[in-house]
Structure formats: structure tokens, C-alpha cells
């Protein structure tokens, strides 16, 4: 059973920067997709970022195209989510999220696993 916690999170002024990371525990972290999602008050949790289990392949949501940036290092079973140029609006609770599998869905439903959440506050 693989587990997840989340780090990183705060409050920011926007135009800030922020590194989430996500530690995995209990798995073999290297065969598993790793994605950030995110879920701000009152609406339902939206995918952000994910990498396939070799890095091979990102991708993000259209809204964080060229601020966030996922990356992961498997020999410290982490994935990180790099945030720059924060704008109000990416303002949630941020979830890692993990597969057994080497693709990428935006789908809640498709991930197995996830974590308990970070809070990212941007202020203006």
C-alpha cells in the first residue's frame, strides 16, 4: 500500500514561488505515475501536473503551462511540484496522487492512491 504525504505548502503573495514535494512510502516508487491535483473551496478537485514513472513524459493542466514544473527524484521517492509566478487563482488544497502504471489520465478516478493534502494560499 503505497503512502503519500504532501510538504510545502503556505501562504504567498502573488508573483511568489513554492516547491511542493510529495514523499511515497511502502511502494516501489519507480513503477508508479505521480501527478499534483488540486481542489479549491466549493469546487471539485482538477488535475494540475503528472510524470510518467521514468520521467519520460509530463504534462499539465492548460492554466499552469510555463509557472509549474513536475519533476521527481526516484531514489528519494519524491515528486516535486515547482510553482512560480503564483496568481490567486491557484489558490487550493494540493494532492499528490499515484498509479501503478506508466501513463497519465486527468481523471480522478484513475489514480489509486493519494495523499492528504497541501493548502496553497495566494494572496494579491
Known amino acids: 500500500q503505497l503512502q503519500l504525504v504532501e510538504s510545502g505548502g503556505g501562504l504567498v503573495q502573488a508573483g511568489a514561488s513554492l516547491r511542493l514535494s510529495c514523499a511515497a512510502s511502502?511502494?516501489?516508487?519507480?513503477?508508479?505515475?505521480m501527478a499534483w491535483f488540486r481542489q479549491a473551496p466549493g469546487k471539485e478537485r482538477q488535475f494540475v501536473a503528472a510524470?510518467?514513472?521514468?520521467?519520460?513524459?509530463?504534462d499539465y493542466t492548460d492554466s499552469v503551462k510555463g509557472r509549474f514544473a513536475i519533476s521527481r527524484d526516484n531514489a528519494k521517492n519524491t515528486v516535486y511540484l515547482e510553482m512560480i509566478s503564483l496568481k490567486p487563482e491557484d489558490t487550493a488544497v494540493y494532492y499528490c496522487?499515484?498509479?501503478?502504471?506508466?501513463?497519465?489520465?486527468?481523471?480522478?478516478?484513475?489514480?489509486?492512491?493519494w495523499g492528504q493534502g497541501t493548502q496553497v494560499t495566494v494572496s494579491s
Open positions: 496522487a499515484a498509479r501503478p502504471s506508466s501513463g497519465i489520465a486527468h481523471n480522478t478516478n484513475w489514480w489509486n492512491y
Open positions: 511502502g511502494g516501489t516508487f519507480s513503477t508508479y505515475s
Open positions: 510524470i510518467t514513472w521514468r520521467a519520460g513524459t509530463t
